[in-house]
Nanobody
């Protein structure tokens, strides 16, 4: 059982990165996936989620319109396309999986599986 995140790196402000998360979890088709991030000295925060039912997506206000979450047809890999990156987007990005209801998508405690994190650094 694991979530393997990759794709982080150093990018200039205004640039783009795409993060990937390969999921090997039980009943992956029944899980909703999300990305969270944690900046130095700050709490982990919700970024985006894609739901198991219908593929509905939700975003944090700070990234809406710049980031896009998606998943492959096999529902084993989730992506986070990040465009127009800002220095404030600098953080360790974590993918996570939950079997919980949509109403709880911002709640970290509802996520059963977590990836190891991938560092995104945006220079000004």
């Amino acid at each position: 059982v694991q979530l393997q995140a990759s794709g982080g790196g150093l990018v200039q402000a205004g640039g783009s990165l795409r993060l990937s998360c390969a999921a090997s979890i039980p009943n992956s088709g029944s899980a909703s996936m999300a990305w969270f991030r944690q900046a130095p000295g700050k709490e982990r925060e919700f970024v985006a989620t894609i739901r198991r039912s219908g593929g509905h997506t939700y975003y944090a206000d700070s990234v809406r319109g710049r980031f896009t979450i998606s998943k492959d047809a096999a529902k084993t890999t989730v992506y986070l396309q990040m465009n127009s990156l800002k220095p404030d987007d600098t953080a360790v990005y974590y993918c996570a999986a939950t079997y919980g209801p949509t109403s709880t998508y911002r709640d970290l405690s509802m996520y059963k599986y977590w990836g190891q994190g991938t560092l995104v650094t945006v220079s000004s």
